[in-house]
C-alpha cells in the first residue's frame, strides 16, 4: 500500500504524464480485431503536422501547407483501424524484418536454410503475413515533435533467426523536415532491412502522373518475371528510367519499355548516389506547389508507382487506385540476401542496425 508520500509522487508522474499526452496530441484509434487497443500520437513543428500509429508504426496523415497556406495531407492511408487490417498495401507502415522481395522464400545462412513465408508468390515480401506493419508496437518516448516506438520481433518470427529489437523515431525538426530513424539490433546473427512504405501524393487526391521526379541515380536493378532483380541496368540503357532531370512521370512511364511492362510501372530500385547530405530524391508538383526532397544513408530506394492498388479503402470514403501516389522506399537492394553482388543485409550478433531518411518539404 502506498503511504503519503508515495502517494503524492504517484500522483505528481500521473500528472505530468497527461500533460505530456495532451502536448503530443494522443488518442484512441480503436481495438484491433484481437482486442489490442490502438492510439494515434500527433507531432507538430508549427507548420507540419503527422499522426502516426503504434499499429504497425504508421504514418497516417501528413499536413504539408501548400503554396496557398492550405494544409494538405500528402500519405494515403485509411480511417479505421478494421480499414487497416482489410487492406494488404501497407499503407505508411514500416516494413520488417526484411523490406522488399526474398527469392522463393528462402535464403541460407550459416549452412543453414531458413523458409520464410511464401505471401508475395513465388517469393517472400516486406517481412511475411505478419510483418512488423501488421505489428502493434510500444510507445516508447514521445514529446511534441517526436514520437518513438519500440517492438521485439521473437526468434523464429516469420522464420527469421535470432530475436530483434527495434526503435522507430519519427521526428519533424524546424527545418520542415520528417526525419525517420531506424535502430535494431539482433541477438544472433540475422538479415535485417528496415524501411518506410508511405505512399506520397503531393495534391492529397489524384493522379501522381504529373508530378515532375528527379533521381540521384545512374542505375537501377532490372526484375524478371517474378520482380526479382536479375542485372543492374544504366539509365542511359533505358531511357523510361531516366530521373536524372527532373522529368514528368508520365513521360517516362508511358514510354516503351520492357522493365515498365514487367513491373507494370515503376516498382525498381534505383541505386544511389552519394551520402545522406546529398538529396537522393526530389517529387514536386506544379499544382500545389509541394516540393518534397529525400535524403538517406540507404544504399537503394525503391520506386513505386502504386500499380497494384485497387480499390482499397482510403480516407475520407475514397478508394485507392493505381498511379494516385508514388513511393520511394529507402532501403538495401532487394533480395540482397541471396546476392553477395549487392551490400549485406546481414548483421551479427548485438550489431546495432541504425539507419535514417529524411523528407524535407518546401513551397514553389
Known amino acids: 500500500m502506498l503511504n503519503l508520500k508515495d502517494n503524492k509522487c504517484y500522483y505528481e508522474e500521473q500528472r505530468n504524464h497527461s500533460l505530456k499526452l495532451s502536448m503530443t496530441n494522443i488518442r484512441n484509434f480503436g481495438f484491433s480485431n484481437n482486442g489490442n487497443k490502438i492510439y494515434e500520437i500527433r507531432i507538430k513543428n508549427g507548420q507540419i503536422k503527422a499522426d502516426i500509429l503504434n499499429y504497425g508504426c504508421t504514418l497516417r496523415r501528413l499536413f504539408v501547407p501548400d503554396k496557398n497556406g492550405n494544409e494538405i495531407d500528402v500519405v494515403l492511408g485509411c480511417d479505421s483501424i478494421d480499414d487497416y487490417e482489410k487492406q494488404n498495401a501497407y499503407l505508411g507502415a514500416v516494413i520488417g524484418r526484411v523490406a522488399n522481395r526474398i527469392n522463393g522464400g528462402e535464403f541460407k545462412l550459416d549452412g543453414s536454410i531458413y523458409y520464410l513465408a511464401v505471401n508475395n508468390s513465388p517469393n517472400h515480401l516486406h517481412g511475411g503475413l505478419k510483418g512488423f506493419d501488421k505489428q502493434i508496437w510500444e510507445i516508447a518516448d514521445f514529446a511534441e515533435s517526436y514520437v518513438k516506438f519500440s517492438y521485439t520481433s521473437k526468434s523464429g518470427e516469420e522464420g527469421y533467426p535470432g530475436s530483434l529489437k527495434t526503435e522507430i523515431k519519427y521526428s519533424l525538426t524546424q527545418n520542415n523536415e520528417l526525419t525517420i530513424e531506424y535502430k535494431a539490433i539482433p541477438s544472433e546473427r540475422t538479415p535485417i532491412n528496415l524501411t518506410n512504405h508511405s505512399y506520397f501524393n503531393l495534391n492529397g487526391k489524384g493522379s501522381i502522373l504529373e508530378h515532375r521526379l528527379k533521381i540521384n541515380s545512374d542505375s537501377f536493378l532490372a526484375i524478371n518475371e517474378n520482380s526479382i532483380p536479375s542485372d543492374i541496368i544504366e539509365v542511359e540503357q533505358d531511357p523510361a528510367f531516366d530521373f536524372r532531370k527532373d522529368t514528368l512521370i508520365s513521360e ?44 538517406t544513408d540507404m544504399p537503394g530506394a525503391q520506386l513505386y508507382t502504386a500499380n497494384y492498388l485497387s480499390r482499397v479503402k482510403g480516407k475520407n470514403g475514397n478508394f485507392y487506385s493505381p498511379r494516385e501516389a508514388v513511393c520511394l522506399e529507402t532501403q538495401y537492394y532487394p533480395d540482397s540476401v541471396n546476392r553477395e553482388d549487392f551490400p549485406s543485409i546481414i548483421f551479427d550478433k548485438n550489431d546495432v542496425y541504425n539507419k535514417k531518411t529524411i523528407y524535407s518539404f518546401s513551397v514553389r
Open 252 to 295: 517516362n512511364i508511358n514510354k516503351e519499355s520492357e522493365q515498365i511492362k514487367a513491373g507494370n510501372g515503376f516498382d525498381h530500385c534505383y541505386i544511389l548516389n552519394g551520402d545522406i547530405n546529398t538529396s537522393s530524391a526530389e517529387l514536386y508538383s506544379e499544382k500545389s506547389g509541394i516540393a518534397m526532397s529525400c535524403y
